[in-house]
């Protein structure tokens, strides 16, 4: 079997991974590794948690410390492209552990900070740089960063930068790159206008995949409950303070969804915190290090903010509301079952979502397993405490002025869809596993 010790990396690196406990590369690292050793481009499909950042962060930092050099200001030998500030705050941790026997500097630029700490410590020049592309662009546009002597670049979780419609500043930061470098391009799924992405940005690669294409994660168990959006909110909040659930990521399509959601389950007396791009940088990263650090258990996410967030021992994602991208699900449920551990992914189906459950269920080739509402569900639902009545926020003022409902936990319709019917879920005895039951079987892990 095949150990760090044998893939040739330099013995510094082999000392920081024997710090962190790995032993044995995960089958990316496995394929990438040796590849990259060789200075070959490379496009890898993989899916999270499947240790990618370090299939890329290992022979990256072989290299660069191999030939150390004084850094140049205004300028960085490796760039590494991230969605989101979560994801490249993480992925600087992880560089950060791997070469903390290297003397090579990681720093991270992205937006919702002030950008003059930023283009201060650009100034002296940085070794591996992890930055959001806006964020990125602002610096060169004002001339803190240059990229003429990048070596090696990582574009990270390509589908989600088209998603989040990064593709002009990624063509423009293509064109500030040096023609001659080592690139690097992880997807988790590949649909056509990724693989097109990929051939912009690199030459004669090999391809890696640790899973096709949209494979939904394997150790996920995937359950479904067909549920009223009115009734989700009791739902959840039941669930939540009657199992025992570790840890769970919840689900919402929307921002003013997720903290309705968090609402309801503090009044409930259930601690929970939302993450989304409405809240500023620090309480994104307060709420992340609660939840990192277990003093809350549970987090509400909007799917931008959930992207990449990589914290162990996440036993649940509740999908409050599918989203309406069928890709989505799959990293969605990534959240869960990370580095080997087994997960549960919950999700909550009102009827007029049903079309997007279908194309889940299309995509990944997994039917999901209906569990039914608790039996006592209505009685214990008009029990739970309601959130005090808060003022509309000017946000909220904003989007009623444009027509679009409220939504979220108890209101019903999420941005721009019609209220929902009332709907009934058939509960067939016996065609189905119990509520507890599913639940429990993480819970209990
Ligand atoms: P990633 O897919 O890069 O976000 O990694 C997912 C998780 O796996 C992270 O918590 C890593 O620290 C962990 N990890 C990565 N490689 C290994 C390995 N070879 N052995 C054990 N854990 C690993």
Same mark, same amino acid.
């Given at each position: 079997m095949t150990k760090f010790t044998d893939l040739g990396l330099a013995e510094p690196i082999e000392r920081a991974l024997a710090a962190k406990g790995y032993e044995q590369p995960t089958p990316i690292q496995l394929q990438a590794i040796p590849v990259l050793m060789q200075r070959r481009d490379l496009c890898g499909i993989a899916q999270t948690g499947t240790g990618k950042t370090a299939a890329f962060a290992l022979p990256s930092l072989h290299h660069l410390a191999a030939d150390l050099k004084r850094p140049i200001p205004a300028s960085c030998r490796m760039l590494v492209l991230a969605p989101t500030r979560e994801l490249a705050s993480q992925i600087a941790v992880s560089f950060r552990d791997y070469a903390k026997f290297l003397r090579l500097s990681v720093d991270t630029v992205f937006g919702g900070v002030p950008i003059g700490r930023q283009i201060k410590s650009l100034s002296r020049g940085i070794d591996i740089l992890i930055a959001t592309p806006g964020r990125l662009l602002d610096l060169i546009d004002q001339s803190a960063l240059n990229l003429r002597n990048v070596e090696i670049f990582v574009l990270d979780e390509a589908d989600q930068m088209l998603d989040l419609g990064f593709i002009h500043a990624l063509k423009r930061i293509d064109k500030l790159l040096p023609k001659k470098r080592q690139s690097l391009f992880f997807s988790a799924t590949m649909p056509k206008t990724i693989a097109e992405l990929g051939d912009r940005f690199l030459t004669d690669p090999v391809r890696v995949s640790?899973? %096709? %294409? &949209?494979?939904? &994660?394997?150790r996920v168990d995937q359950y479904v409950t067909y549920v009223n959006q009115t009734e989700k909110q009791a739902l959840l909040t039941l669930t939540l303070k009657n199992e025992n659930i570790e840890r769970a990521l919840i689900f919402t399509r929307t921002k003013h969804g997720a903290d309705r959601v968090v609402k309801h389950l503090n009044a409930a007396g259930v601690g929970a915190e939302a993450i989304h791009g409405n809240k500023s940088q620090p309480q994104r990263e307060r709420a992340l290090s609660l939840f990192r650090s277990g003093s809350i258990k549970f987090l509400v996410a909007t799917d931008i903010a959930a992207r990449g967030i990589d914290v162990s021992g996440v036993s649940h994602v509740f999908n409050f509301e599918l989203p309406n991208v069928a890709e989505q699900y799959v990293h969605r449920i990534g959240r869960t079952a990370r580095a080997g551990a087994t997960g549960i992914a919950m999700s909550y189906v009102a009827e007029d979502e049903r079309a997007y459950l279908r194309g889940i269920e299309k995509l990944t080739k997994v039917r999901l397993t209906p569990v039914p509402l608790p039996a006592d569900f209505l009685d214990q639902a008009r029990s739970l405490p309601k959130p005090a009545q808060a003022k509309p926020t000017a946000q909220r003022r904003h989007d009623e002025a444009r027509g679009r409902p409220a939504q979220g936990a108890g209101a019903g319709a999420a941005d721009g869809e019609r209220p929902r019917r009332p709907f009934r879920p058939s509960r067939k005895p016996g065609s189905v596993g119990s509520h507890k039951g599913a639940v429990r079987k993480a819970g209990g892990r």
């Open positions: 640790v899973t %096709p %294409p &949209a494979t939904t &994660a394997e």
